[in-house]
């Protein structure tokens, strides 16, 4: 890579030195892309206004050895999403996304999949710009980040046979550790899954196929919102396994206070289902 002239979004953003700043960026030809952005901090001209968070960028980029940094030669202003900055609960969600990003986006590999992945990450940061978020879009965003990254959980299907789980006696298995549900059939004695009702897995599955910045227009409420979001948080504490910076002040900007003026406990630890539904 002599010379790169591509888009971009800021992921991370670290001071380095006196003068220059180390950046995280994700780029539609790269995926995650570590870059110097020498004298950023000493200059204003050299970069100006672009090297902010929620900023879509035209970049250029060049390495003048293989093992050497990549340096961030000229960024260009596309468009600044102003949302996260004037409201906590854009800024919390869009800094969570963003880290999220930044902590799983490979560097290297496939372009088809750095293209998706960039592709979600600005739909995300559209979509928080155009609406308020509630803790509805939340899950569904953290389910679109884990199918961006090739992590989604699988939602249809019994990840032991394939059959299509019935629901009609209530709610089934969901194995977290597997990443999915189990049909009645390969449910046995003593397996600890959560239960989730098939039209929550099946509302999670319809929301895969709208674009990213149409999310708004689904709504997931009362009992399938609290399915889905134990269901997601579940699977990302074991599937991920990351302990974010931003998640507590994503919690504190979702999630309203009770009557006491403290947040909700966490979600519950899983119940165990005996093999019955
Ligand atoms: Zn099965």
């Known amino acids: ?21 180390i ?22 001209k050299r970069f100006p ?31 600044t999403l102003h949302g996260p ?3 906590p609960r854009r800024f919390a969600l869009g800094c969570y996304l963003l880290e999220l990003l930044d902590r799983l986006a490979p560097e290297g590999g496939a372009r088809v999949d750095h293209r998706r992945l960039f592709a979600f990450g600005l739909g995300a940061l559209e979509l928080i710009d155009a609406r308020s978020p509630d803790p509805g879009l939340r899950v569904l965003l953290e389910v679109r980040a ?21 629901g009609n006696a209530g709610p089934v298995g969901f194995h ?18 959560l239960p989730v009702h098939v039209g929550t897995l099946r509302a999670l599955q319809q929301s895969r196929s709208l674009p990213t910045r149409q999310l708004g227009r689904l709504a997931l409420r009362g009992g ?41 406990p ?5 119940i165990p289902t005996g093999g019955a539904r």
Do not use: W
């Open 49 to 79: 206004g672009t090297l902010d968070f929620f900023n879509h960028l035209d970049v250029q980029i060049e390495r003048r050895r293989p093992t050497s940094m990549a340096r961030l030669e000229h960024a260009r202003l596309r468009r």
């Open 266 to 270: 966490r979600p519950p630890e899983p």
């Open 176 to 193: 977290v550790g597997d990443g999915g549900p189990y049909c009645s059939r390969c449910l046995a004695e003593g397996q600890h899954l």
């Open 85 to 87: 900055r004037s409201d």
């Open 23 to 44: 950046l995280h960026l994700l780029t539609p030809d790269t995926g995650r892309l570590t870059v110097i952005a020498k004298g950023a901090r000493r200059s204003k």
């Open 146 to 166: 884990l199918d961006a990254l090739g992590l989604g959980p699988e939602l249809t299907r019994c990840v032991r046979c394939g059959e299509v789980p019935e």
């Open 1 to 21: 890579m002599p010379t790169l002239h591509t888009q971009a979004l800021i992921l991370r953003s670290v001071d380095f030195g006196e003068s220059d700043l």
């Open 224 to 264: 399938a919102l609290e399915e889905a979001r134990i269901l997601v948080t579940r699977f990302l504490r074991f599937h991920v396994g990351l302990d974010l910076r931003s998640v507590a002040f994503l919690d504190a900007q979702l999630t309203p206070p009770n009557a006491n003026g403290r947040l909700p």
